[in-house]
């Protein structure tokens, strides 16, 4: 898997990862999800760089243009709820993108600190021959990620898949470098010290689905 730390050099990157991890800015949900918004804006810009483009000539009022445009064919797929976010940065930018959405959620029988992932709710375009950008901001144990991975290409062969997280643990990284193909890419804003003992991202920035829309039962 080829993995892109897009924060080792400093941009305006590295001004909103500061704000959403802030304790005194990120309770602020309507910035946060902004924040997280314009984080979407500045990856999907810098993924662009790998995708494939074809040469074509523009008419202008006053001639013709020679340059190049975006050949393939995109989905963008947000892990509900907490990807939303993530997910309108993208579509700001890849606006002619088809859209999936997928949720998946850590459930902990008998409250206990062991869980397992629920892959539910699904609205699922065709993938194939498709490139599919997976978006979820939070890459801590990487469980999630690859039980959404493994739903999404049960009756689908894209062309290509990047992962885009936000703010990575190593982890997570390390159990999707084990559990996912070698052609995938992965697009980390930020990569964290390590998982604690509930396996929650130190220094992360607490759970983003409840700052971006609230607390859940």
């Known amino acids: ?33 902004r924040n997280i918004e314009r984080i979407g804006e500045i990856m999907a810009y ?19 243009k020679k340059t190049t445009e975006i050949e393939s064919d995109l989905v963008l797929c947000p892990i509900l709820r907490a990807g939303l976010p993530l997910h309108n940065g993208f579509l700001n930018y890849f606006d002619h993108a088809e859209n999936s959405f997928v949720s998946a959620c850590r459930h902990h029988p ?21 490139t599919v950008l997976l978006l979820d901001p939070m890459l801590a144990t990487g ?37 996912l193909p070698d052609n995938c ?3 980390v804003a930020a990569l964290d010290e390590k998982l604690n003992e509930k396996n929650y991202i130190v220094p992360g920035l607490g759970d983003a689905g409840d700052l971006a829309y609230g607390s859940k039962l």
């Open 1 to 33: 898997m080829e993995i892109h730390y897009i924060s080792e050099n400093n941009s305006i990157l590295n001004h909103f990862l500061a704000q959403i991890r802030n304790v005194n800015i990120q309770n602020d949900s309507m910035r946060f999800r």
């Open 46 to 64: 810098e993924l662009s760089k790998n995708l494939t483009y074809k040469e074509i000539e523009i008419q202008t009022p006053l001639g013709i």
């Open 110 to 130: 008998n409250n206990a600190d062991e869980f397992e992932i629920l892959v539910e709710y699904q609205a699922i375009s065709d993938l194939n021959n498709k």
């Open 143 to 179: 469980q999630s990620i690859v039980a959404v991975f493994k739903k999404l290409l049960e009756n689908a062969t894209p062309n290509e898949i990047h992962i885009v997280v936000v703010i990575a643990a190593p982890e997570g990284v390390a159990y999707l470098e084990k559990n």
């Open 185 to 187: 890419h992965l697009w």
